[in-house]
């Protein structure tokens, strides 16, 4: 995708509605990448709270090293004003209540421009649930970030039926201007990408508890000392590639027998046909030529020692506390 020209970032106003800890973390980003942005809350309390906030965001990202250059402005006001029309991107990251969400809509789409991206940053409620007309969710998307986003830099984005292509894109290209990942979904799912990937993780573990199969620190400590770190620099795909001799062919062959036994037991529904396992083996060596598979392996054998370096002086750091 050809990146946004920064002007647009730079001379269009990027609105964000909610001085919560999304709303202040997503201002860091998109300010630290040079967008003027406006940061807006009716509540005093919260609006008085910012300067504060940002300040620990800026720190964050800076420790991070993701700070650029070319600082923006973040501006704290009460109200939009005027601002709605000429916005690049008008970002809703308040409570995640649909009726609330559902009148900020309404509105948004009364008073801003014709060519403004319009988006939420719900963690489960579709767009089509916010914006029912198919006839006016054109401009209209979820933009769910993992949190704290001015962090972790990868962000779902969800277009209803009737989402403009067009739309969709813009958005992609203003996020990744403020240095974010972006994930294009290609239709709407309950919980997204991200929650159904971490609510099968986390059924699975109150499972594993309740049986008595282990306790919630054996659960956490397979997760923190065994998963975590492979998952921190390899996907659930790639790992399995650089896991087994033969790649992703090799190990649905011999796992996935294994995982349809498990998932089955549990009410599932499990099927790695021979036509999916070949589509993610195909999508894979977009990535990763078959040739080069050792040398990753390789390489991620040398990042996790590095990894776990730093997180065990990170954690007896805070043991020292």
Not at 69 to 94: I, N, Y
Request: proline share 5%; hydrophobic share 45%.
């Amino acid at each position: 995708m050809q990146d946004i020209p920064k002007t647009l970032l730079n001379s269009s106003p990027i609105v964000i509605l909610g001085a919560g800890s999304i709303g202040v973390a997503f201002s860091a980003a998109f300010s630290e990448a040079g967008a003027q942005v406006l940061l807006v809350d009716p509540d005093v309390a919260r609006r008085d709270a910012v300067p504060t906030a940002l300040a620990h965001q800026h720190q964050a990202i800076t420790t991070a090293g993701l700070s650029k250059d070319t600082a923006g402005t973040v501006v704290v006001t009460a109200a939009p004003d005027d601002h709605l029309r000429t916005a690049a991107l008008v970002l809703e990251c308040g409570p995640e209540n649909l009726e609330a969400k559902q009148g900020i809509f309404t509105k948004l789409l009364r008073e801003t421009g014709p060519e403004t991206v319009l988006a939420t940053a719900s963690s489960a409620i579709t767009i089509s649930l916010i914006v029912p007309d198919k006839a006016e969710q054109a401009r209209c998307l979820v933009a769910h970030p993992v949190n704290p986003p001015s962090i972790l830099r990868v962000i779902e984005l969800v277009p209803a039926a009737g989402t403009d292509q067009r739309f969709t894109t813009k958005a992609a290209q203003l996020f990744s201007a403020a240095g974010f990942a972006t994930v294009e979904l290609g239709h709407e799912i309950e919980g997204f990408v991200l929650n159904r990937l971490q609510g099968a993780v986390l059924r699975e573990a109150y499972r594993l508890v309740a049986e008595g199969v282990t306790d919630v620190a054996g659960i956490d400590a397979i997760m923190r000392l065994g998963l975590g770190p492979r998952w921190a620099l390899s996907g659930p795909f790639e790992t399995a590639e650089l896991n087994t001799p033969g790649g992703i062919g090799a190990h649905a062959a011999r796992m996935g027998p294994a995982y349809k036994r498990m998932g089955e037991a549990r009410g599932e529904t499990v099927d790695w046909t021979d036509a999916l396992v070949a589509r993610v083996t195909a999508e894979r060596r977009e990535f990763l030529q078959e040739q080069d598979i050792p040398a990753r392996v390789a390489w991620r054998a040398q990042a996790v020692a590095q990894l776990i370096a730093a997180r065990d002086k990170l954690l007896d750091e805070s043991d020292d506390d």
